[in-house]
């Protein structure tokens, strides 16, 4: 306090000698401190501005309460006094001298002169933890009235102590931010640990991205448990930053908690542009973040120039590379000029060349460069700017001046893909190119045979991916399936190549159904099928009298059999034919009836039926006693004697002739033939039992060359291996018999006249089995004996 006083008392002596119209330098303030003087200046805000253009914000850096202000002629020279109130309520009276300078454009400013001096901050700390006496460990001159930001480095650790902050003697806390009037020594403060709780505090400040960064951490100490309170913590002096009370810890207890956290979030500043009484922009801007340019105001002849704090230009412009830490106002600032009209065309490129579009009548002020690239805006679709034809950058320099844009079309691609019954054919796929909206309809066409163009494809060429599709489709065919009796069973619509789908082929009476009359699998035409039918045939037999078969023949359906010779037996004749042989609807057997000469008739054994007279006169047959037969009486039969148009009806053993009234129908005359083989064209049938017996012969040849045995001698050997080869032999020649004589696919029946053949091959077949068993059992027997000798 002495030092300041005398200080008080030297600027007083100063402000004495100015009063008394005595000029003094303001380098020529003695003390025995520096005096440092800084220059700053004034704008219409009263915020400072020093020598650099950095702005310095007056109340924060001097703490003024008052000052005193004098205007002045252009370069004249006041001197005077003007006294300063600080925080702390001491008032300093510097010596001020102002002059009306013209600085960077800056007219009517005043530069205030201002007295500052230098004080030296000594920081003390312990020698160690056993010699608690002070000694410096640190200097720093420090100019009045801050300490700019210094802070002292933490000192050694103490053992058995914590650190606590430097404290100067009235035990304030020594802050980067504190303010020295004079010298000051402040001291290490530390606390015992087994005595108080240490604890931190954090304090985070908010970052222009929004994150938050540790501005200071400070250890403090306290009682075990007890209560900290965050609101008794927050930091003062923060330019800028607002305590966020929500983000931040409430409280914590000491002993228990560590830290206490505590957030600090950048003030908002407002930042307005006007033009004139027009507001046309306000930003709020975080503490020294960035303001951004508004758009370029317009004023009916002028021409913008800049934003600045004044209305007149004379403040401070503005600038987007400022941080802005405190609310500012700028005005729009104009400068008159001529204005010329200007007319802007736009063309258009057509099959011929270019095409006006569209013209616009503007008008810009003498010296104005229309931006080519601005003009680049004007989008329009299916077109791209022509930079190379297009005019430059112009400048407006005379009235009725004309600028011109291009714009050439763009070609989109496109690209023609085939379909066949739906499947892409990538292989054929072309490509091509035309402008926007253009409508294409030309493509090569590529049909393959049986496909037909669904339509005439059509593409209308837009921005996005452009594809014309040419779809081919199978051509369709009608298919009719008809009856013998050309009569439509089924009629169906059949795709190209596809096949057609038969019906059930309808039910012939006296006939079976042997296929369709065309091949229906591969339909490239439009077709009529017709079901295709045989006539059915039958055997008929005839047999004598003891079975034997006197003629065997195959006769078509609703024929008739052509009657075969008789033989003759000697003492008996000829009666007739027992069973049918006309109008054949099935196969029949029919039996040669004979009588003794001298008897009525030899009808069969069991069951006697209708007998056919003979055809030719009995023979004289010598007499031969034969019991005559007990004839049951049927309740109508024929027997038909001698001629055979005659008819004799037997009732009762009575016999009586009646002579038909119409003839006989004309009987086709088939041919007598030989009973042919079973798969033959005549009677299409096959022997069930064959088969039977070939399996039966298989079967056991392969039962007799899948036995074995582990021990036998040569000799047994030799025997087993020509039974097995005999087996074989018997086996395929059974199959190869089978598969000459029989046809599985047609009709079945029980025998034929190879049956005989087939159960001998097997009955061989079942010997050989036998003597190949026989001959393993003697081995096995053999060789038990010589095991057991």
Known sequence: MRKLKEIVIVIIAIASMICTASIIPANAITNDKTVHVNYYLTDDQENYINWDGERIDLEQRILVKEETYVNLAQDSYVWGTTHFTTSDGIQLYLSVGMKKVDYKGKNSCDIIFGAYMDNTVNFMDWRSSQDHTYEQVDSKPVRFPYNLGYEAKDPAQKEGYTFMGWYDEQGYRFEKDSIIKEDLNVYAKYVKNSEKKVYTVNHYTEQLNGEYKNYESKKNQASNNQLILAESMIKTGLTGFIFNAEKSDKSIVAGQDDELNLYYDRDIKTVTFMNGNETLSVQNIKYEGKATM?????????????????????????????????????????????????????????????????????????????????????????????????????????????????????????????????????????????????????????????????????????????????????????????????????????????????????????????????????????????????????????????????????????????????????????????????????????????????????????????????????????????????????????????????????????????????????????????????????????????????????????????????????????????????????????IVIFVVTENIFLPMKLTDQYTIIMLGLSLIQIVMTIIGRKYKDNGQLKQTVINES
């Open 294 to 734: 508004p758009e370029t105001p317009i004023r009916e002849g002028y021409r913008f120039i800049k934003w600045n704090t004044r209305m007149d230009g004379n403040g401070r412009d503005f600038n987007v590379n400022d941080s802005v830490i405190y609310d500012s106002v700028y005005y729009a600032i104009f400068e008159s000029v001529p204005s010329y009209q200007y007319t802007i065309k736009y063309y258009q490129e057509d099959i011929k060349g270019y095409k006006l579009i569209q013209s616009e009548n503007k008008s810009a002020f003498k010296g104005t460069v229309i931006n080519a690239t601005d003009q680049q805006k004007n989008v329009y679709d299916g077109y791209k700017y022509n930079n190379e034809k297009s005019d430059k950058n112009i400048e407006i320099v005379q009235d009725q001046q004309v600028i011109s844009f291009y714009y050439d079309r763009i070609e989109y691609p496109y690209v023609i893909q085939y379909y066949y019954d739906g499947v892409l054919d990538i292989d054929k796929n072309e490509n091509g190119s035309g402008y926007l909206n253009d409508i294409i309809t030309e493509f090569v066409d590529k049909n393959k045979e049986g496909f037909k163009l669904l339509s005439a494809p059509a593409l209308t060429i837009g921005k996005d991916e452009n594809v014309m599709k040419v779809e081919y489709v199978r051509e369709q065919y009608q298919v009719r399936f008809l009856d013998k009796d050309g009569q439509v069973i089924k009629s169906e619509t059949v795709k190209y190549g596809d096949f057609a789908r038969a019906p059930e082929a309808p039910q012939v009476t006296g006939m079976h159904f042997t296929g369709w009359d065309k091949d229906m699998t591969n339909i490239t035409a439009s077709l009529d099928i017709t079901a295709q039918y045989k006539i059915n045939t039958y055997t008929v037999e005839f047999q004598d009298q003891k079975g034997n078969t006197i003629s065997r023949q195959v006769v078509e359906y609703g024929q008739d059999a052509t009657l075969p010779d008789v033989p003759t037996i000697e003492g008996y004749e000829f009666t007739g034919w027992k069973g049918t042989y006309q109008n054949i609807q099935n196969d029949e057997i029919v039996t040669a009836q004979y009588r003794q000469i001298g008897q009525t008739v030899i009808p069969p054994a069991d069951d006697p039926s209708d007998v056919i007279p003979p055809t030719q006169p009995p023979t004289e047959l010598p007499e031969i006693t034969v019991p005559a037969p007990t004839l049951p009486t049927p309740p109508d039969r024929m027997i038909v004697t001698g001629d055979t148009n005659q008819q004799t009806s037997l009732i009762g053993g009575e016999v009586s002739n009646n002579q038909n009234d119409t003839e006989q129908e004309e009987i086709a005359q088939i041919t007598d033939q030989q009973t042919p083989k079973s798969h033959g064209a005549v009677e299409k049938q096959w022997a069930v039992l064959n088969l039977i017996a070939v399996m039966l012969s298989l079967i056991l040849a392969i039962a007799l060359l899948l036995s074995k045995r582990n021990k036998e001698d040569e000799d047994m050997r030799t025997r087993r291996r020509w039974t097995k080869v005999v087996a074989i032999i018997i086996a395929v020649v059974s």
